[in-house]
């Protein structure tokens, strides 16, 4: 039984170093086929796999192919790195850690770290809302505090008719992919209202195609009332008598905004449109004070 593990674990080791014996070029070619995240944890296994993994020919892979494109559509001097001189790999991580803002900085454009699928999203400036110009209703105003830089967010000043819309080409984004679209948001004070006496409907899909509604909480701090003064849901509200386990409720994000999940759709390529809708105009009560950012459209990745 010894002699039998000890060939079965030499005949192993052979195949690795005959793997790892291949031209660099081989090496690099083969990581292609795989994932940003499989190629960078390969460079443990080999001095071979190691430069093969900084190679240009594998992260030339992991690039989109309408890069050029992309980058032509970006804000002056909105780039951290040379198209000519950097290399692949340097590009790429640029891209994962700092978005493009394009088509006016009304967007911004970056990669996922650990598959290399495209990440969209639509600033405030690039969603259709309801009596956005009326300025007894919503406010523009500039908001610093983000990982991407748009130029304005937009605010509730007070409406009782609460409805957000968002469209994209599915070309824009990564083929074959599952994407999952985020309402990006925080709220402006302490003292605010309206989101915690009803819910928010929410509907992801493709134009003409059916899909389906869901409901989901834009309270931050729905089961904090010490971050705030709390105004207490009237008799038969929503949020009173719906089982809160079935509500998409926020979560904080590493920047210190909030977010709220508003559904998913498959991407199988093509030019579909993706509307992305969020509506509240079934209550009487009025809300204020909700600072939204964008919405957030990036790839579903399983847990690794």
């Known amino acids: 039984m010894e002699v039998e593990e000890e060939t079965m674990a030499g005949t192993k080791d052979e195949r690795i170093a005959d793997f790892s014996s291949l031209p660099e070029g081989v ?8 994932t940003p995240f499989d190629a960078c944890r390969s460079s443990a296994v080999s001095r071979a796999f190691h430069a093969a993994a900084q190679s240009n020919i594998a992260w030339d892979r992991f690039l989109p192919n309408d890069l050029d494109d992309l980058i032509s559509r970006r804000k002056p001097s909105g780039l951290n790195f ?5 290399s692949k ?3 790429f991580f640029s891209l994962c850690n700092s978005p493009l803002l394009i088509d006016d900085g009304k967007k911004s454009f970056s990669l996922d770290k650990q598959s290399g699928k495209k990440c969209i999203m639509l600033g405030a400036r690039d969603l259709s809302i309801v009596w956005d110009d009326a300025s007894v209703c919503w406010a523009w105003e500039s908001h610093p505090e983000s990982r991407i830089r748009f130029g304005e967010v937009v605010v509730i000043l007070k409406v009782w008719w609460l409805e957000i819309r968002g469209k994209i080409s599915s070309g824009m984004l990564s083929p074959a992919t599952t994407y999952a679209a985020y309402v990006v948001f925080r709220m402006r004070e302490r003292r605010y209202f309206g989101f915690d006496i009803d819910p928010v409907d929410a509907m992801v899909g493709i134009v003409g195609s059916e899909h389906s509604m869901k409901t989901i909480c834009l309270d931050p701090y729905l089961d904090d009332p010490h971050q705030r003064h709390r105004r207490v849901p009237r008799r038969g509200s929503n949020l009173q008598t719906n089982n809160m386990s079935r509500l998409e409720e926020p979560r904080e994000r590493h ?3 909030f977010e709220t999940k508003l559904g998913e759709f498959h991407n199988d390529g ?3 449109e993706v509307e992305i809708i969020l509506k509240e105009v079934k209550c009487n009560d009025s809300k204020n004070s909700l600072v939204v950012q964008g919405i957030d459209i990036r790839p579903k990745i399983n847990p690794v």
């Open 89 to 91: 790999k340097e590009i």
């Open 270 to 272: 093509g030019d579909d």
């Open 255 to 257: 920047d210190g905004w």
């Open 82 to 86: 040379d198209p000519t001189t950097s």
């Open 27 to 34: 090496v690099a070619n083969i990581l292609s086929l795989t």
